[in-house]
């Protein structure tokens, strides 16, 4: 069980702000990134930056996860690995045949850990990968591209069916995670947590990651 605070930024200033808040207590970081095509959303896309952040480049940073809702995310791979970030998530939207997912997958690999993500209202059919050749696989519980939206519980269908598929695959959970969604998520079979708001949107951001690290731990045992 792991809870991953998850930033989605326009400019560096909030970013660098929220990898400081975050760094003190939490083990990894989940980076948004938009470019306007797959959502009606961007984000700041340049990696540089990132570097000082970087559990691989500095030794005591985070792990940093990559959450590419971009078209072409191939093309992001490199720049964003070189700045250390160890695990590249794709969305299957973006990735429309097969061999494309393939391709990302066999690319994204030899970098570090490969997800592929499905969107709220995509089928699950949608994913044309064998589920051994990924580390995870993330689910939306929203519409992907904004932040403080409501959480939708017939998303995690997915997660179910997912789960009952492979008891050894990592699967992530995106939007609207709060004290109450995370426990419908663990129930599901969800065992990585992206949380925004319910993080940021408070005066002690510690406090909040702490209340949803105990609930996943309580019901892990």
Not at 61 to 81: A, D, N, R, T
Not at 84 to 107: M, N, S, W, Y
């Amino acid at each position: 069980m792991e809870i991953i605070p998850g930033i989605l930024e326009k400019d560096w200033t909030k970013i660098k702000k929220k990898l400081e808040i975050v760094k003190p207590f939490a083990k990894s970081a989940h980076i948004d990134i938009l470019d306007g095509k797959f959502a009606p959303n961007t984000t700041f896309l340049d990696p540089t930056p990132f570097v000082k952040y970087s559990h691989s480049s500095t030794g005591s940073g985070l792990f940093l996860e990559l959450h590419m809702m971009v078209e072409e995310p191939i093309q992001y791979l490199k720049p964003f690995s070189d700045v250390g970030f160890k695990r590249f998530i794709g969305h299957v939207e973006c990735l429309r045949q097969p061999a494309d997912q393939a391709e990302f997958v066999t690319k994204a690999r030899e970098l570090g850990e490969v997800g592929l993500a499905i969107d709220g209202q995509t089928p699950l059919t949608n994913l044309k990968v064998s589920l051994t050749d990924l580390d995870c696989v993330l689910i939306m519980t929203i519409k992907a591209g904004f932040s403080g939206q409501k959480f939708n519980p017939e998303y995690l269908k997915k997660v179910e069916i997912l789960r009952s598929a492979r008891d050894d695959i990592n699967i992530e959970v995106d939007g609207g995670i709060n004290d109450k969604t995370i426990t419908q998520a663990i129930q599901a079979g969800a065992d990585r947590f992206v949380a925004n708001s319910f993080i940021f949107n408070s005066p002690n951001p510690q406090e909040q990651f702490d209340i949803l690290k105990n609930i996943a731990e309580t019901r892990l045992r």
